[in-house]
Structures are given as C-alpha cells and as structure tokens.
C-alpha cells in the first residue's frame, strides 16, 4: 500500500519560510518521479514543482522560481520543498504526488497523492 505523508505546513508572515517533507512508503521510491502541487480555496489543483526519479533534474512553476526549492532524499524515500520569501498568495493546502517515470506538471499524469498539509502565509 503506497503512501504519502505530507508535514510542515502551518501559519507564517509574508516573507518568512517553511519547509514542507513528504515521506513515502510502500513503493521503490528511487523508481518515481515526484511532485508538488497545491490548491488554495475555490481553485484548481496547480504544479509547483516536480523532480525527476534519476538524475536530479528539477522543474517548477513560474510563479515560485527563485523562491522554492524542491529536493529528494532516495536513500529516506523523502521529497522535501523549501520555501523562502513566501508571500499571501501563496496561501494553500501542498500535496505531495509519485508517477513511475519522469516528472509532469499536470496533476492527472500522478498515480499517488498525499493527505495535503496547509500552508498559511499571512500579510
């Protein structure tokens, strides 16, 4: 049974910084691409940032280039996603997702969802 743990959200002010962990369970976790989504209320799903199962090839959504930093530890079956100079609008609940195969931006192409952890950045 394949799970993901999100942690790590919580309330923070603009411009401070959270790190959000996924723990993953129940699969060759080295095998997956990984994924960070997240949706604030009344909107759809969106990608933040997606890394790839081999070679260390990151990607991420414009909106927090520069700011995030999305990184995974194989050998602890972890993802991890620093943010730094968070801003309101990036107020939302963060899913972390798996897809065997290379990283996607799009939420439908991931086979495996965590529980979402809320993140609240306050002006």
């Known amino acids: 049974q394949v799970q993901l743990v999100e942690s790590g959200g919580g309330l923070v002010q603009a411009g401070g910084s959270l790190r959000l962990s996924c723990a993953a369970s129940g699969l060759t976790f080295s095998s997956y691409a990984m994924g960070w989504f997240r949706q604030a209320p009344g909107k759809e799903r969106e990608f933040v940032a997606a890394?790839?199962?081999?070679?260390?090839?990151?990607f991420y959504a414009e909106p927090v280039k520069g700011r995030f930093t999305a990184s995974r530890d194989n050998a602890k079956s972890a993802v991890y996603l620093q943010m730094n100079s968070l801003k309101p609008e990036d107020t939302a609940v963060y899913y972390c997702?798996?897809?065997?195969?290379?990283?996607?931006?799009?939420?439908?192409?991931?086979?495996?969802w965590g529980q979402g952890t809320q993140v609240t950045v306050s002006s």
């Open positions: 890394l790839n199962w081999i070679g260390g090839s990151t």
């Open positions: 997702a798996a897809r065997l195969g290379s990283g996607a931006l799009k939420a439908d192409a991931y086979d495996y």
